[in-house]
């Protein structure tokens, strides 16, 4: 029984390096996608109190490159998570993957990235500063109101992120979890 239970949770294969390029391109046009959803839902997040005031209403400048590398940061971790490339060629794939979505602001974007892995907190204390960041680019304020008036889109925007990797690796399974997982958020 072990055995059947084995080769029916088997991970996909590895892709090789020359469909690297197609499944980037997959993965970055789905970010995008999702980035753009997510921003909408923010903006209604805090349409919800009549005191605040969004100043900003675009995804643009630092926003987005925080955006990007929150979601570049949150793919990665589940690539590496799921296996769908091998340890010894995750760098490479990282680069390309980093090269593709922060070109013109890669520099800005590892600081960025150093900046949220810095502290010694938890994942959740990333996912604070990142919605934080978002929040004051959206309101000009710090108001922890409009902060935690974000985080519910939070979780949605990582498991949409982390489902438009599955799909690009053809990973039918987890794509089902997560789907599963969305429509019970709804």
């Not at 469909?19 to 996608?33: K, L």
């Not at 949150?74 to 490479?92: A, C, E, H, M, T």
């Not at 680019?137 to 985080?151: E, F, N, P, Q, Y």
């Amino acid at each position: 029984m072990n055995l059947f239970r084995k080769i029916f949770q088997r991970k996909p294969k590895q892709p090789h390096r020359d469909e690297w390029e197609a499944i980037i391109d997959q993965i970055s046009s789905g970010f995008e996608r999702v980035r753009t959803l997510w921003f909408i839902d923010c903006k209604l997040a805090l349409t919800r109190f009549p005191d605040c005031k969004i100043t900003n209403r675009d995804l643009i400048g630092n926003a987005l490159t925080y955006a990007k590398t929150f979601q570049l940061y949150n793919g990665f971790l589940f690539v590496g998570k799921q296996q769908y490339i091998s340890p010894s060629d995750g760098r490479d794939f990282a680069d390309m993957l980093f090269k593709k979505e922060c070109a013109g602001v890669e520099t800005y974007s590892a600081e960025y990235q150093m900046k949220l892995t810095s502290f010694k907190g938890t994942r959740n204390t990333e996912a604070l500063m990142f919605v934080s960041d978002i929040s004051v680019h959206l309101t000009g304020s710090k108001d922890a109101a409009w902060l935690m008036a974000m985080m519910p889109t939070l979780v949605k925007f990582v498991a949409e992120t982390n489902l438009i990797v599955a799909n690009a690796f053809g990973d039918t399974k987890t794509s089902a979890k997560i789907k599963s997982h969305l429509v019970a958020m709804k």
